[in-house]
């Protein structure tokens, strides 16, 4: 049952933290403040309005009964009230009261003048509405009726909307404070995931400065650690796979050029297909290794993307179904890398290529697909493995690496996104690319 209770709470509560915080400071306050609100309605302000009321009522009866029994010195009485309880009285003779009357349900005065009137008199009709300052108050006499106008104060205190006022402004003036405050405390915290976001769609991250609070602050310094230490070790990485790339290239050099004086043909042909093979591994690595960083994100617009990458294939078995003005951040050269390797393998491996472009709330959906024999599904990790390839007899071996894939992989996933394959509904492979906005 907690659990239940639990999980609708997760529901309606806010999901960011300046409202989460915002919540616990406001809620006490709002709590605070409808319960002395309430408290003070009930004990205080009705309570007065009821002992007024009934004083008011017990005036009216008083007058009344001196008016029935003595009719001579009506005259009297008048000046008497008049003078001293402030009484505007008139006696209308031979009218019958007003039918309808103007009584508000939800006012608690109305509420309060019905109960008491009902349990004096038998016939009567009152209206709080018409004047400003007055009530007006009728009562049946013999063939006509007794009209009272009363001033509104006698029967209402009016520090109700004082109170009102003195019990919001504070309120108000505490949650705006609040607001500043939290403001101030969550932006550093905002900011921190702003820049660990961007670094993990691996976008370029100047410099983070650590704000705010001590442990906020801490956070920033780790992360800010770990960023460089990341960066160092990709730097690493790419110079050290550049530099063997590199290296490697002068002997295959001075390879290729002994292989000229070899006699045997045969031998000399077959060593300098080798040769080729090795030479297209460096450059596919060199490419890659410097194109990762020299590179910088920018807004892009994937349809148009993926059609000047199809275009460059002059293939009509290139299918395709885009999504118009999809754009994303993200590295020009490094996904049109990702999507040629996609198109190739495609190509190579089967007849028909077909290549979608969708979207859901948070990701933007690259899908590359075919109908040729696919990919066993437990290869499917192995495939993203470097120089792997599933059977060496299977299609052009000598063409090809066996590093598309992996390659893909890695541009995907330094963009922050992710890549999946499937089964194909034409009969091939599906590669599902996700790429986050
Ligand atoms: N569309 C596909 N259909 C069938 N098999 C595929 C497809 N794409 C990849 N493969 C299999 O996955 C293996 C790995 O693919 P990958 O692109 O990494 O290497 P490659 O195509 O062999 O070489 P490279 O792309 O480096 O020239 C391939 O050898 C192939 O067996
Ligand atoms: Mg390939």
Redesign the pocket.
Same mark, same amino acid.
């Given at each position: 049952m907690f659990y239940g209770l639990n999980r609708i709470f997760k529901k309606i509560l806010p999901k960011q933290l300046f409202y989460r915080a915002l919540l616990i400071v406001a809620l006490p306050i709002l709590i605070l403040q409808l319960t002395i609100s309430i408290v003070f309605f009930d004990s205080l302000w009705i309570k007065t309005n009821k002992g007024m009321t009934r004083a008011l009522l017990g005036e009216i009866k008083t007058y009344i009964d001196s008016y029935s029994k003595n009719l001579n010195d009506s005259l009297e009485i008048d000046k008497l009230f008049k003078e001293n309880l402030n009484f505007d009285v008139k006696y209308i003779e031979l009218e019958k009261l007003p039918k309808k009357s103007s009584e508000r349900w939800f006012s608690p005065i109305d509420r309060t003048l019905r109960r008491e009137l009902k349990s004096r008199f038998s016939n009567y009709w009152f209206d709080t509405t018409s004047y400003k300052d007055l009530i007006d108050i009728k009562i049946a006499y013999k063939k006509g009726y007794f009209q009272f106008y009363i001033p509104r104060e006698r029967v209402t205190n009016s520090s109700a909307r004082m109170f009102a006022l003195w019990i919001t402004l504070p309120a108000f003036l505490l949650i705006t404070i609040a607001i500043l405050f939290l403001k101030n405390q969550t932006r550093p915290i905002i900011k921190l995931a702003k820049a660990s976001e961007r670094f993990g769609k691996g976008e370029e991250v100047e410099e983070f400065v650590p704000s705010g609070a001590l442990e906020i602050r801490q956070a920033g310094y780790e992360f800010e650690k770990m960023r460089k230490r990341i960066l160092r070790h990709l730097n690493q990485r790419s110079e050290m796979l550049s530099g063997i790339s590199h290296d490697l290239r002068t002997p295959l050099t001075r390879i290729k050029l002994q292989l000229t004086f070899i006699k045997d043909k045969e031998i000399s042909k077959k060593l300098s297909e080798d040769v080729k093979e090795m030479e297209?591994m460096l450059d596919?690595y060199l490419q890659f290794a410097r194109s990762q960083f020299s590179e910088k994100t920018t807004k892009i617009n994937l349809s148009k993307l993926i059609k000047s990458v199809s275009s460059k294939y002059e293939n009509s078995k290139i299918k395709l179904e885009l999504l118009e003005n999809v754009e994303i951040n993200g590295r020009t050269n490094l996904l049109q890398r990702c999507l040629e390797?996609?198109i190739?393998?495609?190509i190579?491996?089967?007849n028909n290529t077909y290549l979608k472009l969708t979207k859901s709330s948070n990701h933007s959906i690259v899908i590359v697909e075919?109908d =040729?024999?696919? &990919?066993p599904v437990n290869?499917y990790e192995n495939?993203?493995k470097p120089f792997?390839?599933?059977?060496k007899s299977?299609?052009d071996?000598k063409?090809?690496?066996?590093? =598309?894939?992996? &390659?893909?992989n890695d541009i995907i996933k330094s963009h922050g996104g992710n890549i999946k394959l499937d089964k194909s509904n034409f009969g091939?492979?599906q590669?599902k690319i996700f790429l986050p906005f």
């Amino acid at each position: 049952m907690f659990y239940g209770l639990n999980r609708i709470f997760k529901k309606i509560l806010p999901k960011q933290l300046f409202y989460r915080a915002l919540l616990i400071v406001a809620l006490p306050i709002l709590i605070l403040q409808l319960t002395i609100s309430i408290v003070f309605f009930d004990s205080l302000w009705i309570k007065t309005n009821k002992g007024m009321t009934r004083a008011l009522l017990g005036e009216i009866k008083t007058y009344i009964d001196s008016y029935s029994k003595n009719l001579n010195d009506s005259l009297e009485i008048d000046k008497l009230f008049k003078e001293n309880l402030n009484f505007d009285v008139k006696y209308i003779e031979l009218e019958k009261l007003p039918k309808k009357s103007s009584e508000r349900w939800f006012s608690p005065i109305d509420r309060t003048l019905r109960r008491e009137l009902k349990s004096r008199f038998s016939n009567y009709w009152f209206d709080t509405t018409s004047y400003k300052d007055l009530i007006d108050i009728k009562i049946a006499y013999k063939k006509g009726y007794f009209q009272f106008y009363i001033p509104r104060e006698r029967v209402t205190n009016s520090s109700a909307r004082m109170f009102a006022l003195w019990i919001t402004l504070p309120a108000f003036l505490l949650i705006t404070i609040a607001i500043l405050f939290l403001k101030n405390q969550t932006r550093p915290i905002i900011k921190l995931a702003k820049a660990s976001e961007r670094f993990g769609k691996g976008e370029e991250v100047e410099e983070f400065v650590p704000s705010g609070a001590l442990e906020i602050r801490q956070a920033g310094y780790e992360f800010e650690k770990m960023r460089k230490r990341i960066l160092r070790h990709l730097n690493q990485r790419s110079e050290m796979l550049s530099g063997i790339s590199h290296d490697l290239r002068t002997p295959l050099t001075r390879i290729k050029l002994q292989l000229t004086f070899i006699k045997d043909k045969e031998i000399s042909k077959k060593l300098s297909e080798d040769v080729k093979e090795m030479e297209k591994m460096l450059d596919e690595y060199l490419q890659f290794a410097r194109s990762q960083f020299s590179e910088k994100t920018t807004k892009i617009n994937l349809s148009k993307l993926i059609k000047s990458v199809s275009s460059k294939y002059e293939n009509s078995k290139i299918k395709l179904e885009l999504l118009e003005n999809v754009e994303i951040n993200g590295r020009t050269n490094l996904l049109q890398r990702c999507l040629e390797n996609l198109i190739n393998n495609s190509i190579k491996y089967a007849n028909n290529t077909y290549l979608k472009l969708t979207k859901s709330s948070n990701h933007s959906i690259v899908i590359v697909e075919d109908d =040729g024999p696919g &990919i066993p599904v437990n290869e499917y990790e192995n495939v993203f493995k470097p120089f792997y390839k599933i059977d060496k007899s299977r299609g052009d071996s000598k063409s090809s690496v066996g590093l =598309g894939l992996s &390659i893909a992989n890695d541009i995907i996933k330094s963009h922050g996104g992710n890549i999946k394959l499937d089964k194909s509904n034409f009969g091939g492979l599906q590669v599902k690319i996700f790429l986050p906005f």
